[in-house]
């Protein structure tokens, strides 16, 4: 068992990269499905065997072949390594299990094994970079990740995601062109490739000039992939067009494999080393996630399109977990690490909603999704639970990131005080832009409720029941007279039945028949294992939000390890 | 039933409610009405059955859970809390009777889900009464907010969502842009949240710091409507009057206060306020928001906004009464809240009444209605009294002790403000009591109406009567309060 256990860090990836050409072979589409998820949750296991591994205490290092470290390549996992395998590997089930609908109605059928065999490469690439111990072995599944995220983005019918994918390979490819030609600086110096190697090497090297450099490349070149404000205009249109489970997996994760490297590199390889680095890297990088905060939270204010309003909103979130990083303080690099579990669930747990609202909806537009909550209340309900969490209410995971986001920016004096006003700040956007889409779906007109036969009969129905009604008992004499007239001139009772209970445990009939009733006038819930994800990831924001020992304990831990060679 | 398990139903229970209301509504909307008044009557046996251990000098506690080492949603009973749940669950029965009346009166729609959330409303308002910590006082706050939003925007047109949308807006602004960054700032200067008597913040914090941070706590406390952090208050009218009445009069505007004093007395601690010299505004902040608020409600012209502007005023007095850190204003302060829930629930009752029975909103159509209405307009006057200060009302016995609490200080700015805002509410209730009783109807109204439904008047008349009996029968009431006076100074 505890030889078993050693092959963790290798079958992470082993087992999604060798499940992908066998998923491109299976037919049909649903056998392709099954077996992605059937990796995807294997990874996921193999994640939390991992971190189970690490809180007791143990650190994993594995030699590929047993070649020794500094020649071979070398795989490790530690705190932080374990909290990102999580929000990856789990990023990617949820998103798996949700999107079997959602894939089904945006990409058609025969192309279908090949996405799925995308999405594994994605994942392989997207596990194996915080795994890796080794600068090029990093390097070679951040090109294995990012050549299938553009496969993922561009895969489904919206045509308008070929340029988005465009702008993003050029992008990305920039980023990994500096991201290498650092490396080979660094390799240039040290002849090393190793991370652990590379920190004791380049200590040695008299000349500290080219190692600055390359801190430059990397930094920039990873902070671009990371999509870092101002390097993040690649995101946006790449989030807002891609399927809508591919969102949801790329947004809760991809970013932040990128910011872990950077992380990595910058406080494990050249803090010790660099004279001022530290300073260097604060200076450089608090002004970009103070503007990423406000400038994203900023557009995200005045976004229409649903998508797009939490792209801009993740380009914030990105600059909250900078924003602590930058402290370079044990309480700011944890709490930015911590929000890096933290906002994978909120914004999961958003996308996931999105996804169910695309699946009844013309679109996600703000005039495609007016007054939906009355015939969606359930995927409604998750959106708000989501929404606070984005904006950090107490009771959900949000505020935990907060919390200790406030409290390390309160150790710094006067700047503290202005990061703790920006924060606040940007905390109030998000309360605007989410309050924004909740008053348009609760409270705005329902087009395609106007515009289905059944849905307007049935509203002057019981309009006219409640003028005509008399007496006090009007209510329950409305809700019963509207049903038995609803059910003689429509056909779906159902949808009748959800506008009614808007709120209320009703609604869980009605998921169901509204499946059955599929063709009818006006769209109900989303399908239901989409929905039942969706609650899921909503209800582990609650969880880790009253529950927050594990993230915690991983992100301080994390923080540790990052920072012991500060003094 | 031990302490821990009435303090765990009294936050259980409505929520369970809830539930109960949204299953019962599928059968008849008589058994989801009778639900509520089950529910409603259990959280009062179990919040009042807590009363006998409390006054016997125990303060049971109980942890709910530990987010991480350090913060924990904790709950612990003492005297102010153990006043505001009684309180509200009490006034919870009396306000659900009225409000089936007056949802059903009004034929309002969506009635299920106003329900539901007035029980989970209920429910954050134990949390808050009970609350431990200053996170746990946080968390329930924030439900309370959030759950109001539905009951504010019950009716759904565009001028609502309007309304609703300051109400959230003010309560969310304020609570997360100065009340998070204080309760972190105390948790990072003190280690700790928890509600002590005494206070946790003596020492740890010094100079204008202690001035800011209680800035940030009181303008940061949205719902205790100091000026300018009061408009959601005026807002919030365009919710359903038995929302106005428990929720806007009782329930979230005492939480505000509630959780102010709860700050100062347990926080910073009274004599370490009293030292500290940049402490000083508060009690002039509390003062200008008395007059001024007074001043805009001699203005109004309809009944429910006057009512929201004399509740800013009459929440200030709990405030300043606070801020004036002696014992006798302490006392005054808590009872105020007493006082100040029964006199304006009986007005806020009234005018629900006037409105289902002769859909009338606006003062000028109120002469001559106390000819129609007797029962109702004379609980009106009751109320009208109280908000004064005139005996044999409640707002007699509370103006009594935060003067006396004002001379034990030599506070001439307090006394004043005391003076000036009795002027003033004279000058805004007596004119509409007099038109009610002696003025002629201009036009005779199209409905020729009687009284409100049975269930809401039987409502404003306990209330109105309960006015009066905290007049005649305080002690009680004195004796809880006096344990909160003893255990800290």
Known sequence: MIEFNHHLPA?????????????????????????????????????????????????????????????GIELG??????????????????????????????????????????????????????????????????????????????GGADRRALPAVFKYLVMGTIGATCYLIGIGLIYLMTGTLNLADMEL??????????????????????ALKAAVFPLHVWLPNAYTYAPNAVTVFLAACATKVALYLLLRFDFFVFQPNLDGHAVQFAYFLMPLAVLAILVGSGVALFERNLKRLLAYSSVAQIGYILLGASLVSLAGLGAGILHIFNHALAKGALFLAVACLASRCAGVRFEDIAGVAQRMPWTMGAFVLAGLSLIGVPGTAGFISKWYLISAALGEGVIGGLLVAVIVVSSLMAVVYIWRVVETAYFGMDSAAAAGPGESAAGV????????????????????????????????????????????????KSIGKVDGAAGAAVPGEAPAMLLAVTWAAALANLYFGLQSYLPVALSSSAAESLLRYVP | MSAQHAILAALVLPLVGALGIALAARISANLREAVTLATAAALAVVVWGLLPELMAGER???????????????????????????????????????????????????QTRFYIFFAIAIAAAMGIAFAGNLITLFLF??????????????????????????????????????????????????????????????????????????????FGVGKAAIMPMHRWLPAAMVAPTPVSALLHAVAVVKAGVFTIVKIIIYLFGVDFLFAAPSSGWLLYAAAFTIIAASV??????????????????????????????????EIGAATHMVAHAFGKITLFFAAGAIYVAAKKTELQQLRGIGRRMPWTMTAFTIGALSMIGVPPTGGFVSKWYILAGAFQADNYIAIGTIIASTVLNAAYFLPIVYMAWFSRESTPPQRDHGEAPFSMVLALTVTAALTIALFLFNGPVLELERQLVEGTL
């Open chain 1, 11 to 71: 079958l992470q990836v082993v087992v999604p990269l060798l499940s992908a050409p066998l998923v491109m072979l299976l037919r049909p589409a649903g056998l392709a499905w099954a077996a992605t998820t059937a990796a995807s949750v294997c990874a996921f296991a193999i994640a939390v065997a991992l971190t189970l591994g690490v809180l007791a205490g143990h650190e994993y290092s594995y030699q590929m072949g047993n070649w020794p470290a500094p020649y």
């Open chain 1, 77 to 154: 996992v530690d705190a932080f390594t374990a909290l990102v395998l999580l929000v990856v590997t789990g990023a990617s089930t949820l998103a798996l299990l949700a999107g079997r609908t959602s894939v089904d109605a945006e990409i058609e059928q025969p192309r279908q094994p090949l996405f799925y065999t995308a999405w594994l490469l994605a994942l392989a690439g997207l596990v194996g970079m915080p795994v890796s111990a080794d600068a090029f072995n990093i390097f070679v599944f951040m090109e294995i990740s990012s050549l299938a995220s553009y496969i993922l983005i561009s």
């Open chain 1, 201 to 222: 090497r380049i200590h040695e090297v008299a000349d500290k000039r080219p190692t600055l450099v390359a801190a430059g490349f990397i930094t920039v070149g990873l």
């Open chain 1, 461 to 508: 129905e019981s309009a006219t029941g409640v003028e005509s009604a008399t007496g006090v008992e009007s209510a329950a004499e409305f809700e019963s007279a509207a049903k038995v007239e609803s059910a003689a001139k429509v056909e779906s009772p159902a949808k009748v039945e959800s506008n009614e209970n808007t709120n209320s445990s009703g609604a869980i």
């Open chain 2, 60 to 110: 049971p506690a109980l942890r709910l859970a530990e987010i991480v080492p350090g913060i924990e949603i904790a709950l612990r009973v003492e005297p102010l809390g153990m006043l505001f749940a009684a309180l509200a669950s009490g006034l919870w029965i009396i306000n659900s009777i009225y409000s089936i009346g007056y949802m059903r009166g009004n034929r309002e729609a969506k």
């Open chain 2, 141 to 218: 706050y924030e439900i309370l907010t959030l759950s109001t939003y539905p009951l504010v925007s019950h009716k759904g047109d565009a001028n609502t969502v309007r309304s609703a949308r300051v109400y959230l807006g003010v309560l969310l602004t304020t609570s997360i842009g100065l009340l998070l960054p204080a309760i972190v700032w105390t948790y990072y200067v003190a280690g700790t949240g928890d509600f002590v008597a005494g206070g946790i913040l003596a020492g740890k914090i010094e100079g204008p710091a202690i001035g800011l941070l209680l800035g940030l706590f009181v």
């Open chain 2, 296 to 329: 805009v409600a001699l203005r109004q012209q309809n009944l429910k906004r006057l009512l929201a502007y004399s509740t800013i005023a009459q929440l200030s007095y709990v405030v300043m009464a606070t801020a004036i850190l002696k014992p006798l204003a």
